[in-house]
C-alpha cells in the first residue's frame, strides 16, 4: 500500500527492555482523546527477530499509514520494523537508532558509561535491571509507587539482542522524530543526542528520566501527533 496523501490516525506504540506496553498508558490516553487510533505491541524481549515479528503482526492490522514508536530498546526494533508499508514516520522516544548492519552494542561505543543503570544477567542470559536502584536509573522522576511497580513487573531481555545487527534502516527513506529525556541514566546524553542527529531527527528534548513515555505523556503524545500531521503533509 502507499501511505502518500492520507490523513495518518493510526499509532502504534513499542516499549523496551525491562518493561511492557503498559507503561503508555498515559500516551495511550492522551492520544486516543486527540482522535488517534492506538496500538501496543508487547515485545516478547526474546530476540530482536521475535520483538520484529510482533511489531509487523500489529502494523500488518492497521487500516491505513502509522506512526511507529520506539522507546529504549523499542527503538532498534522499529529500526527494523519500519521498513513495512504502512509506517509513515517514525518516533524514537530515549530510543536506540541504529544503522543497517549495526548492533545495538555498537551504539555505545565511545560514550561514557551510566553506572545508575545496573543490569544483572542470569545464567540463563536474561537482564533485570538490579531493584535497588531501578528508580535512579529508570524512573528517577516517577512517584516511588510507580516507580515501584516499574520495578516490581520488569520483564527480562535476552542479553544476545544487543549484539544481533539490523539488516534494515528505516529510518533512511522514513522521516523521523526523537523526545530525549535529558536526565535519562540510561544512556549518555551525548549518545542520545547523537544517535538522534545522525538519523536527521526533528528533536525535542524534554527534563525527564528515562521513563519519560511515563512521566512526560503529554510532550510524548505532542510528538507523534506533530509526526502524524507533517507525515500526512509530506505524503
Do not use: C
Not at 114 to 131: C, M, R
Not at 148 to 166: E, G, H, K, Y
Amino acid at each position: 500500500m502507499t501511505t502518500a496523501g492520507q490523513e495518518i490516525k493510526n499509532v502504534v506504540l513499542v516499549h523496551g527492555a525491562f518493561a511492557d506496553g503498559s507503561g503508555f498508558r498515559g500516551v495511550y490516553d492522551e492520544l486516543t482523546a486527540r482522535g488517534y487510533r492506538v496500538s501496543i505491541v508487547q515485545n516478547p524481549l526474546t530476540s530482536l527477530e521475535d520483538d520484529v515479528a510482533a511489531t509487523t503482526r500489529v502494523l500488518d492490522l492497521q487500516d491505513g499509514p502509522a506512526i511507529l514508536v520506539g522507546h529504549s530498546w523499542g527503538g532498534t526494533v522499529i529500526t527494523e520494523a519500519g521498513v513495512h508499508p504502512k509506517v509513515a514516520g517514525l518516533v524514537y522516544v530515549s530510543a536506540l537508532a541504529p544503522d543497517a548492519g549495526e548492533t545495538t552494542a555498537q551504539q555505545y561505543d565511545g560514550f561514557a558509561e551510566t553506572p545508575d543503570f545496573v543490569i544483572e544477567v542470569g545464567e540463563d542470559g536474561y537482564g533485570f535491571l538490579k531493584h535497588d536502584v531501578f528508580k535512579i536509573g529508570f524512573a528517577a522522576d516517577a512517584s516511588d509507587a510507580d516507580a515501584a511497580f516499574l520495578r516490581d513487573s520488569q520483564v527480562p531481555i535476552n542479553m544476545s539482542v544487543f549484539a544481533t545487527p539490523v539488516k534494515n534502516a528505516a529510518w533512511r527513506d522514513k522521516p523521523s522524530w526523537a523526545v530525549i529525556g535529558t536526565e535519562d541514566k540510561a544512556f549518555d546524553q551525548a549518545m542520545l543526542q547523537h544517535m538522534a542527529k545522525r538519523i536527521g531527527a526533528e528533536i525535542t528534548n524534554v527534563s525527564a528520566s528515562h521513563a519519560l513515555y511515563v512521566t512526560q505523556p503529554g510532550v510524548v503524545a505532542d510528538v507523534i501527533a506533530t509526526a502524524a500531521q507533517k507525515a500526512t503533509n509530506a505524503g
